[in-house]
């Protein structure tokens, strides 16, 4: 009635000032939550109104937006995180801010629970506890690293060895490359024909981390994993539609990369390419007689869809492609050399039907090697690879089962003409493995001592080898079957500001010889061996390692430290042991009945000036029984790596020192079809120690929604161990450039 009064303008006003009021009772804010050191997004971070349930969690770039109904002057917004300070603003300070800035914790804080789903947790939580490095892509990206191999020495447990034509592998804690099982987003990528995998096939752009897992007793990993586990983790979110980069440095090389991403909400994926390469000239020859030229072309893909199933959680189907091509041209030994990786996988992770919890993955892998000498080889080893895991929670108890099957198929050709060697041929196998593991979980509930946990774990492995299309009698056909069980005990506790963490495992492992193990055997010398084929490698392992954390804040600067030590076993029964002879054209293989390594490990940190300055120390010892069951591995290794984050800008000095590398080759010195293994003697080949610094620093800084990164890298650069193998340097300096950006 009182509008009717009103004339129409009075009450098109009134109206206006009415909705005007009821809007203001809603404030919406939004920003980006960064860490204040590295000046990198932060996220998973829980965003809430105090007092009240009203929040939210910042998304994969940090990014986030909080709706506030009737806003007082006195709202507080807190921010917290489970590895940063919490912290609380006005909300009148939060309108005035660019970004909000976390400080980054020494110990992390115990009892956040972070529910916005999307926080990346480590694999390793599902097995048994283990010793476990974590490399953040802060520390590599944009960073002088050529590939993941480079990436992979500087932690003090791990030995990178790289071949002439630019492969690497990795052996950790003294084993050897076929007992560390390398995963790519969940995917086992280790070859069918020698159970190793080529690093350098890894471009590093787009990986949110690398996980190195230490030791032996896992057990959703494979009986491969006698050493450990190197589990590389995607980024599957970016923080920007289209980011180019440009790498140059020594030996002419340089690569560029191409990266692409869009996001629209419940569907979103990228696409990349890069390509690089270099030129190296031999240094006993003059150049006109040919270089040695590498080149790489990477393309990788992935598509991802969230949605939520019938019972209201959220679900994500995604698919990746990765394609690697690497080609090596010796033109001076007329020797060629190219690789190819493909993968292409599907994983889908929630409910089916009415399983709750379920994660599928399906993949197929394809490896393909071809090198051209005075001959032909060729190794085309497919696989196809189905995993599926469930978990289950009672009470106290938690429960993961898990299934895993792998059928290969390796082709084989050979056109050399020989009588012992690999030949020709087309094996086949599959795998068929079961693991189960049980953890109990409990609050002690002491001043000191908070929680300690029991875990089995159960694992169950069958495998069958057949060989089809012979052309050389490459293989028996074998038929398997090993079941191993492990045991774990974790106690953690705090108290203020000091927090500690301990765990003891031991179990047993087997090992099944690989293809080309088993065409390679030394049953050609039937004086050396009665048996025709290779028994399967078997390992009992214990380990005990236990962390010490403490925050300090006091006045001269320390912010904390933390120091870590780990002592374990490895006992070997029919130990794999390689011979390599200049007189044969292939590797061979038989048994050793016993060997052993055992080994210390331990690492300190400090941390300075709010975490702007950190400072690590690592050093690993250890005790190998026989030098041909693990040639060519160092028995120390020492580690110093000091870093400075402050405002964008980043400084990165890594210092390391590894021991002589010896290992024994037999030397055949009866005449052929005379072999006689009493006449037979071993060659000691040793490289010597090296000691050297690598060097990066960078700078990242935005110009608004463009970003641009800038970095200079030097390696090997104290130089004073130069050594020529084959006509090439190695551990000699090199420097790299790298510029960056993005929008």
Request: aromatic share 12%.
């Amino acid at each position: 009635m009182f509008l009717l009064r009103m004339s129409p303008c009075q009450a098109i006003m009134i109206i206006c000032i009415i909705a005007n009021a009821a809007f203001s009772q809603e404030v919406r804010i939004s920003g980006i939550v960064r860490d204040l050191n590295t000046h990198r997004e932060i996220r998973s971070v829980n965003i809430y109104i105090k007092g009240t349930p009203i929040g939210t969690a910042s998304d994969f770039a940090g990014r986030f937006s909080l709706r506030i109904l009737k806003p007082t002057q006195n709202v507080m917004v807190v921010f917290k995180h489970i590895a940063y300070e919490r912290r609380e603003l006005s909300l009148d300070f939060l309108e005035k801010i660019d970004y909000v800035g976390l400080q980054p914790r020494v110990i992390p804080l115990q009892g956040v629970e972070i529910e916005e789903s999307g926080i990346l947790r480590l694999e390793i939580e599902k097995d048994l506890p283990q010793t476990v490095s974590v490399i953040e892509a802060r520390s590599f990206e944009m960073r002088g690293y050529v590939d993941a191999g480079d990436l992979l020495r500087t932690d003090h447990s791990v030995q990178v060895e790289e071949e002439l034509s630019g492969k690497k592998t990795v052996a950790i804690r003294g084993g050897n490359p076929d007992d560390v099982v390398v995963l790519y987003n969940g995917v086992k990528m280790n070859s069918s024909y020698d159970n190793t995998f080529d690093l350098s096939l890894i471009d590093l752009e787009d990986i949110e981390r690398i996980e190195i897992i230490k030791g032996s007793n896992t057990a959703l990993y494979g009986p491969e994993a006698f050493s450990g586990v190197i589990n590389i983790v995607p980024k599957m979110r970016q923080d920007y539609n289209i980011r180019f980069q440009q790498r140059v440095g020594t030996y002419r090389s340089g690569n560029w990369g191409l990266h692409l991403y869009k996001d629209f909400d419940k569907i979103y994926g990228s696409y990349s390419i890069k390509r690089g390469g270099l030129s190296r000239s031999f240094v006993d020859g003059p150049e006109n007689q040919g270089r040695l030229k590498n080149s790489s072309f990477h393309h990788k893909a992935n598509l991802n869809y969230d949605f939520k199933n019938v019972t209201g959680d959220k679900s994500s189907l995604g698919a990746m492609w990765i394609y690697t091509s690497l080609k090596y041209d010796n033109q001076r030994e007329n020797f060629n050399l190219s690789k190819l990786n493909h993968l292409f996988s599907l994983k889908y992770s929630g409910d089916l039907f009415k399983l709750r919890g379920i994660e599928l993955v399906a993949s197929f892998r394809k490896l393909d090697e071809e090198q051209t000498l005075s001959f032909s080889r060729k190794v085309d080893d497919k696989a196809l690879i189905l995993n599926a895991q469930k978990g289950f929670k009672l009470s106290n108890f938690d429960m993961l089962f898990s299934y895993q099957y792998q059928h290969n198929e390796l082709n084989l050709f050979d056109d050399r003409n020989v009588e012992i060697g690999f030949g020709s041929g087309n094996l086949q196998r599959q795998h068929h493995g079961f693991a189960s593991i049980a953890k109990y979980h409990d609050e002690v509930g002491s001043d000191f001592l908070k929680t300690i946990d029991l875990d089995l774990s159960f694992r169950y492995d069958k495998l069958n080898d057949k060989q089809n299309d012979k052309v050389n009698d490459l293989s028996n056909d074998n038929d398997w079957q090993e079941t191993m069980l492990k045991f774990a005990l974790n106690l953690s506790g705090f108290r203020n500001n000091l927090f500690f963490n301990s765990f003891l495992n031991f179990g047993k492992n087997t090992k099944f010889p690989t293809l080309l193990q088993q065409a390679s055997t030394l049953s050609v010398f039937s004086l050396m061996t009665t048996e025709s084929s290779l028994n399967p490698e078997k390992n009992r392992s214990f380990e005990l390692g236990a962390t010490l954390s403490r925050d300090i804040r006091n006045e001269s600067g320390i912010y904390g430290w933390q120091i870590s030590g780990t002592y374990f076993q490895n006992h070997y029964e029919n130990k794999f042991r390689v011979f390599i002879t200049p007189d044969l054209p292939a590797p061979f293989y038989d048994n050793v009945k016993n060997a052993r390594i055992s080994g210390v490990e331990a690492k300190t940190g400090i941390f300075l000036f709010r975490k702007k300055v950190s400072v690590d120390l690592g050093i690993s010892k250890y005790s190998l029984s026989e030098k041909a069951a693990f040639p060519f591995k160092s028995d120390f290794k020492r580690t110093m790596n000091f870093k400075i984050d402050h405002e964008g800008y980043s400084f990165q000095l890594h210092w390391f020192k590894e021991g002589e590398q010896t290992a024994w080759l037999r030397i055949i010195k009866s005449e052929p079809g005379e072999i006689n293994s009493s006449a037979d003697a071993f060659a000691e080949i040793t490289l010597p120690s090296n000691t050297n610094i690598d060097l990066h620093i960078s700078k990242s800084f935005g110009l608004g929604k463009l970003r641009f990164f800038v970095n200079a890298s030097g390696r090997n650069l104290l130089n004073d161990n130069e050594v020529i193998l084959q006509g090439l340097a190695i551990r000699d300096r090199r420097y790299y450039l790298t510029l960056a950006a993005q929008y």
